[in-house]
């Protein structure tokens, strides 16, 4: 496993300009990376003190190059098909302390500090809607 820390300031906030996708990633990380057909890798988002699952999202080459520059959480939207930066239009930040890489290449563990509600739904999380049945046990 291989662990990324930003060095931005904690608490940074400033308005980010918009960039075209050309990614600067050190070519030794985006060789370990395995990405969907589409080029992209999931990432998994958890507050970084609580260990609290917020999210999960997608990154791009560019994507990840951004985050572990500035220390604002950025994501390629699969459906709107533009990168977004956490907090940018919600006012709802995540400030990244760390991205982890697991075994496989194939998924990222974005630690973030998270400011206000994760979830565009206006909850903490994306998975406050309860638990799913059929467990037994």
Known sequence: ??????DAPQGA????AILEPVSSLDPALADR???TPDGLVPAIVQQHDSGEVLMLAWMD???LHRT???GR??????????????GGTS???QL???VRLDCDGDTLLVKVDQIGVACHTGTRTCFDDGLVEGLDG
């Open 13 to 16: 906030l400033a308005p980010l």
């Open 33 to 35: 990376l395995r990405r």
């Open 91 to 93: 006012g709802n930040p």
């Open 96 to 98: 990244v302390k760390e």
């Open 1 to 6: 496993m291989i662990a990324f820390v930003t």
């Open 68 to 70: 572990l520059t500035t």
């Open 73 to 86: 959480a950025t994501y390629w939207s699969r459906s709107r098909q533009e990168y977004w930066v956490k």
């Open 61 to 63: 080459d560019t994507a």
